[in-house]
Nanobody, 120 residues
Framework: VQLQASGGGLVQAGGSLRLTCADSGGTFSMYAMGWFRQASGKTREFVATISADGRSTNYGESVEGRFTISRDNGKNTGSLQMDNLKTEDTAVYYC??????????????WGQGTLVTVSS
């Protein structure tokens, strides 16, 4: 598994960003994909997860209704569509592959983070 997250950047509050996670290792479809984030000075927080077959999703309470997780197993990629962004969404976002859980410890494979900054 070799994960690469991209799509972060600077956006105004109320705007949108789409993060992408690409796996060049070829085992993407075997795992659930999760997104986590870590704001400066805070612990890593669960954002969303999607099952290996893409049929089930689960979201953190702070992003429910604003973020949408998806995946394309044929392309070994996953995405996190983030709408109606708030300043408190500012963080480094990480994609991970593992088990369909909300705990970061259930994800053995991690990509590097991508920074999302939401300005007021």
């Amino acid at each position: 598994v070799q994960l690469q997250a991209s799509g972060g950047g600077l956006v105004q509050a109320g705007g949108s960003l789409r993060l992408t996670c690409a796996d060049s290792g070829g085992t993407f479809s075997m795992y659930a994909m999760g997104w986590f984030r870590q704001a400066s000075g805070k612990t890593r927080e669960f954002v969303a997860t999607i099952s290996a077959d893409g049929r089930s999703t689960n979201y953190g309470e702070s992003v429910e209704g604003r973020f949408t997780i998806s995946r394309d197993n044929g392309k070994n990629t996953g995405s996190l569509q983030m709408d109606n962004l708030k300043t408190e969404d500012t963080a480094v976002y990480y994609c991970a592959l593992g088990y369909y859980r909300r705990s970061a410890s259930e994800y053995p494979h991690w990509g590097q983070g991508t920074l999302v900054t939401v300005s007021s």
